[in-house]
């Protein structure tokens, strides 16, 4: 089977490679002048989602910083929840006494854009937009608090981008159950679904935000929305939308893999599954490397470079994973180590020797 593969650009690779560890907040001056604050109201305690709301600000504005987003964008991205909304119960700064504060700290135009992404119902803008209800100047009309709140063209741009970002930094199956359907989901019993509630659950990446991601994406090809900001590099540069069903398919392959739900002896019923899996969703990052690592060990190694290039340009363009049980930082890691024991042409040969593996950085 063919599989869409993806050319692994020097230029994304070394930004990534940049924004691996922390230092590079302190080197970006617009984010460092603001972290310390942030970080002084607690969200390094905070429970978010798949961990802490500190990691969740700042993968966010990292996926925003590889997208080329300005900095207007990027600081909302830092600070997009900070005054509460309908679904996070965490407020870091008080609207009704601290937004002059907070539009001090980075200024005016964006606390206004942090303080209307906090207080319009994001279900109802995601829903609106899903709906095409987007007027032909790209303005899109909410219902805010009993008031009508008509957004320009140029925050539509804003929230979009910045909804993408957020699904991609959360998401997985824990969220998929506690908020079944999104945006049209339904408030289950906790007694009865005590069961979907168990935090973190399996695990598994989301069976259907994927493709929602991709139908955002497709908002920002609307004539007056067009070139506001700088298109996201994904989805071939939002181009291209995956389809619900395949979506929902190609996670389910590719958790059967995960949890060697295949013989375990011949790899071809995996290596089979891994590639249907991306030609149903070739988006994301993991399959491909999961399958990069499976031509190493059979020594395939001109597919497995072509695998494991698509893996690490796919990792560097999201800045944050699908599959959630592991960081991108250390799916970073192991693409790289794929990649460069497929251009050496080498695998080691007892699987113990896995756990020896270092990237060569010389």
Known sequence: MQIDLHTLSPEALTQAIHMLDDEWMNDDPKIAAVMPVVLGRGVGQDWHKAGTFRHHLIGVTRTLTLWQQPDEVRLLGLLHSVYGNAHVDLMKFDPKSERGRLAELVGAEVERLIYTFCTISRVEFVRNLFTGKVADDGSVTLENGGKTLILPARDV????????????????????????????????????????GLWPGPMRPTTYRVSQMSRLGQILQHPAIKGILPTPPVFNQCTAVLDRDDEAAASALYWSVAQQNQPLVSPDATRATLKQAIALNPWVAEPYMLLAQLHLTFDEFDDAQAAAASGVQLASIWGNTWDKRIGWDAWMAWGRILLQCSQK???????NKLNNLALDLG
């Open 157 to 196: 741009a804003i929230f979009t981008v910045m909804t993408m970002a957020d699904i991609c930094e959360q998401w997985y199956s824990w969220q998929d159950d506690i908020y079944s359907g999104y945006p049209d989901y339904e408030f289950l019993p906790g007694k009865v679904h005590w069961a979907a």
């Open 345 to 351: 042409r080498s695998w080691p040969k007892d699987i």
